[in-house]
């Protein structure tokens, strides 16, 4: 009977022992990639509006994104921009920008323009560390043409950078491309 309680003891403890974990082997707790269906860039210079949509409320299934252009932008005119990001597969729709802001030292907006554009795109706000957030810009044609605008979220990119995403490297979030023209 000794014998059995000593056993009993010996398995009790190895329990005991093998549930304590070190604090070092905490995990860390993993940051929720965020769903973005839906890219607005709304654009305003002198009394004109130009808005960018692109709407993919399937994800990666099989549907192609719904991509408009209201319109386009005229040569010379200073564009003030906001982006929005939205996870359009709640309801209601719930707005990413929010979070993209209040993590603004791990997220920044990218804007490309393709050969046949002829821009000059600006930051409009920053993270608290005075690097470039984006989720505010600037856009001014200078010289006709046409080609895409693409728009991209990179997520825990290095900052500072120098403005490409090579340098830039992180996590693509989300990239959307519209065929804009320029004109005269």
């Known amino acids: 009977m000794k014998n059995l309680k000593f056993i009993y003891s010996i398995i009790v403890l190895?329990?005991?022992?093998?549930?304590c974990s070190n604090d070092d082997d905490v995990p860390v707790p993993v940051n929720e990639e965020e769903i973005i269906t839906t890219v607005i860039a709304t654009l305003v210079a002198e009394g004109s509006?130009?808005?960018l949509t692109s709407r993919d409320l399937d994800g990666d299934g099989p549907d192609e994104a719904d991509v408009t252009v209201s319109g386009d932008f005229q040569v010379g005119l200073t564009y003030v921009g906001s982006v929005q990001f939205l996870n359009e597969t709640e309801n209601p729709a719930e707005d990413i920008t929010e979070e993209v802001e209040e993590e603004a030292e791990e997220h920044q907006v990218f804007f490309l323009l393709s050969a046949g554009l002829d821009g000059t795109i600006n930051y409009g706000n920053n993270d608290g560390d005075g690097n470039p957030l984006g989720t505010q810009f600037?856009?001014?044609p200078n010289a006709?043409?046409?080609g895409n605008f693409a728009i991209i979220l990179r997520h825990e990119p290095k900052k500072p950078n120098d403005g490409t995403l090579d340098d830039a490297g992180g996590e693509t979030d989300v990239i959307v491309t519209f065929q804009v023209t320029f004109e005269e």
């Open 14 to 19: 190895s329990f005991v022992f093998t549930s």
């Open 49 to 51: 509006t130009v808005t």
């Open 138 to 140: 600037s856009l001014l």
């Open 144 to 146: 006709a043409g046409n």
